[in-house]
């Protein structure tokens, strides 16, 4: 079974080696330029790669679109590299990465999304170990508890179910598992959720074997993926198995909007030791 990783779990275990990697894409429909915007006197970019670098990573790695994310990146010391601006998918872009980079394929690699610099290390690093501790996995991910109906039903917000082992067994933007009893003749929304529905938000944190990013190109995209427009689905479908690592509560908001962007600012400001956990470490300052 899988358990809820915290102070005694999978966020305490610094023992497995890993590459982070950051995609990082300058267009944006919603926030142009989101990489590069300043946060605090830093591009956006920077501080989740100085994020990543706090988990431990033996490698962390910005993997742009552009030549104006590899600048900046380089101004402030994060290494980085330049990957076609044509790739369909952040996945696509991940494999490229790995090719470039030349990572062996028995190595764990984890995508750390280039919009959330508030981000805790310790669970960048916590998702390398729920993989490392799982050889019939290919890929790792994270969820938590939820027990808000109206987020239940939210086809914005994913759902995963789990086996006796705590691998997936279905990623949903629909309400799973449905309670059918609790559910039956309800035209409205239920006030609260039945306490004994085991309903889990998943959280778009992956760590990868290099292995199955090398092979995932070539993979054919099945209808289940496009309906539901989940890329995790595309690794079930042919099968690789996904290890879900439980979180015991939600991780920070990432960066959408606008408004979003001024959200954390504003954390930043009120939370010094956030700021200083953006520093870059010794060996990568100029």
Not at 26 to 47: N, T
Not at 59 to 75: E, G, K, P, T
Not at 202 to 213: C, F, N
Request: charged content about 20%; hydrophobic content about 50%; glycine content about 6%.
């Amino acid at each position: 079974m899988s358990r809820p990783a915290g102070a005694d779990g999978a966020l305490a275990n610094p023992a497995v080696a890993f590459t982070a990697l950051i995609p990082a894409r300058l267009g944006s429909s919603r926030l142009p330029q989101k990489p590069l915007a300043d946060i605090g006197g830093l591009p956006m970019v920077v501080r989740v790669a100085r994020r990543a670098a706090a988990s431990g990573a033996a490698r962390v790695v910005v993997c742009a679109d552009s030549a104006r994310i590899l600048d900046a990146c380089h101004q402030h010391g994060v290494q980085a590299i330049l990957t076609d601006d044509r790739h369909p998918t952040g996945t696509d872009r991940l494999a490229q990465a790995c090719r470039l980079l030349g990572l062996d394929a028995q190595s764990i690699v984890v995508n750390v999304q280039g919009d959330e610099p508030l981000i805790p290390p310790a669970v960048i690093r916590a998702v390398a170990a729920a993989l490392a501790a799982d050889a019939q996995c290919d890929i790792a991910t994270a969820a938590h508890a939820l027990a808000d109906p109206r987020e239940f039903f939210d086809p914005n917000i994913v759902k995963v179910v789990l086996d006796a082992h705590g691998r997936a067994m279905l990623f949903s933007r629909a309400p799973i598992p449905w309670a059918r009893e609790a559910f039956a003749g309800s035209g409205t929304l239920p006030a609260t959720l039945p306490a004994e529905l085991p309903a889990l938000r998943h959280v778009g944190l992956y760590a990868y074997r290099v292995a199955y990013l090398l092979r995932f190109p070539e993979l054919a995209r099945p209808a289940i993926e496009a309906l539901e427009c989940l890329e995790q689905l595309r690794a079930l479908y042919h099968g690789s198995a996904i290890t879900v690592m439980r979180l015991p509560a939600p991780l920070p908001a990432g960066v959408d909007t606008a408004a979003d962007l001024e959200r954390v600012r504003r954390e930043l400001a009120h939370h010094p030791s956030d700021r200083h956990a953006a520093r870059a470490p010794a060996e990568d300052r100029p």
